[in-house]
């Protein structure tokens, strides 16, 4: 009899833990399905930077004893990027002139990154008879700009998440922001069609030097961080957060000329929600009027929010190069992830 009792209360045990798994999932997947953030689409300029001196080209220095090259005798490569001379920190072109002028032309200890590893080398500056200052034989630079599309930012926190893939260097390697970035209002002027085997591209302009938002983060889902307080998000649309997709009509925001964004058609044609390539759709282009300002999807596109039944479900990553209609999206649950 005692037996009995304690199954019969072992079996109310676990139906009662069965139904507080179950309500807790339902409030879990009701929660998810309740996100809002803001819809972008938007374009924004972004100028990142390198956390060094960048070297860009390589060249002569006329000198009283003839044309020298220290760079070069020192084994500096286009896309290294100085983080070292003698000691002092380079985080900017300022640093490196500030380096080289208390350098009086003596041998220095400079430190390179080139990709992921960081080399020591021994360089000479040779001092230009025309300006009388000391060089490396180099040109550098400790940023780099574009444009993207702003995929979605967070109205409680104002953090925001664009692109769906990361920026890298010449060297194809991921550019991380040791320095961080600011974004600022862009507009788009013109528009390169895409064709088959040739990207098109969407051309953008800086409005202002006033900056809108910094950038805080390159990886590989994009670039993140935060809206300025000054932003004004009261004006955008907010919808909730899918992570579901199937086959079948869609819809992306994006921005081809000014700075506002327009709905367009799309199909999505596969969903591959386990690929980790920022591919997890294969959409295809079938709005009329942007296959004929763009042919399809073009580079600036990027980060362009796709939309599902109302829902944000992901963002634009990549054109195929042999059919521009087409082109690959990522899940904003891949986004969001990393925002």
Do not use: W
């Not at 953030?37 to 956390?51: I, K, Q, S």
């Not at 000014?258 to 294969?282: L, Q, W």
């Amino acid at each position: 009899m005692q037996t009995n009792r304690m199954r019969r209360g072992f079996v109310a045990a676990l139906a009662v833990l069965a139904l507080f798994i179950v309500c807790l999932g339902n409030a879990f997947g009701a929660a998810a399905q309740t996100m809002q953030v803001c819809l972008g689409g938007m374009p924004a300029g972004f100028t990142l930077g390198m956390g060094g001196a960048q070297v860009v080209g390589i060249c002569e220095i006329l000198t009283q004893s003839g044309t020298v090259c220290p760079a070069r005798d020192a084994g500096l490569n286009v896309g290294d990027v100085i983080v070292q001379f003698n000691g002092m920190e380079i985080r900017s072109a300022e640093d490196m002139d500030s380096a080289l002028a208390c350098s009086d032309g003596t041998k220095a200890a400079v430190l390179v990154k080139s990709g992921e590893t960081r080399v020591s080398k021994q360089i000479v500056p040779a001092k230009d008879m025309t300006s009388g200052k000391y060089k490396l034989g180099i040109l550098i630079r400790d940023s780099i700009s574009g444009i993207g599309t702003v995929t979605y930012i967070d109205p409680q926190s104002r953090r925001f998440g664009s692109l769906g893939h990361a920026v890298s260097g010449e060297d194809g390697a991921l550019m991380s922001l040791v320095q961080g970035g600011n974004m600022y209002h862009c507009s788009i002027v013109s528009v390169i069609r895409g064709e088959r085997g040739k990207a098109g591209e969407l051309k953008g302009l800086f409005l202002g030097e006033n900056r809108i938002g910094t950038a805080e983060k390159n990886c590989e889902t994009g670039i993140y961080g935060r809206f300025d307080e000054s932003y004004d998000l009261s004006c955008l649309q907010q919808v909730p957060v899918s992570g579901s997709a199937a086959p079948g009509k869609a819809s992306i925001y994006t921005t081809i000329n000014g700075t506002s964004p327009c709905e367009y058609s799309i199909s999505i044609v596969k969903v591959d929600a386990g690929n980790g390539k920022n591919k997890n759709f294969v959409l295809k282009v079938t709005d009329e009027r942007l296959l004929s300002e763009t042919g399809g999807i073009v580079q600036g596109m990027s980060g362009s929010p796709i939309l599902q039944g109302g829902k944000l479900i992901g963002a634009v990553t990549h054109v195929f190069l042999n059919d521009p209609t087409r082109g690959y999206g990522i899940a904003i649950e891949r986004m969001l992830a990393n925002g």
